[in-house]
């Protein structure tokens, strides 16, 4: 059975540490992102989730947000599941939603990547 809690690596390099995930689903952690949208220094954000319990076959989904307010007017929305391997080794896949503050309803367009 795939365990959301500790410390992630994605394909950019960027870092994900997530607390154990408790009864309900609900875990909370932290995001050190490699890519920033201003092409500054990476910074630790905050994250909170939640996980689908796991049924029989034991892959469970998720969703967390990041709120990137230490360097950015940003959010992003992940949802994935995690799988387990032949070889025992566990994967998160995710797909992602990022959504930038624009300054008008005209420029919402731009807004969401």
Known sequence: ?????GLWRNEQ???MEISAVRGDGDFQGKYLTQVTLTGGCARVSPLKGAQQQPGEG???TFAFTVRWDKFSNATTAFVGQCFIDAGGKETLTTTWLLREAVGSLKE???ATR
Not at 1 to 5: E, H, I, K
């Open 13 to 15: 390099d960027s870092l």
């Open 108 to 110: 919402d367009w731009k």
């Open 58 to 60: 034991g892959w469970p």
């Open 1 to 5: 059975q795939c365990q959301l809690s």
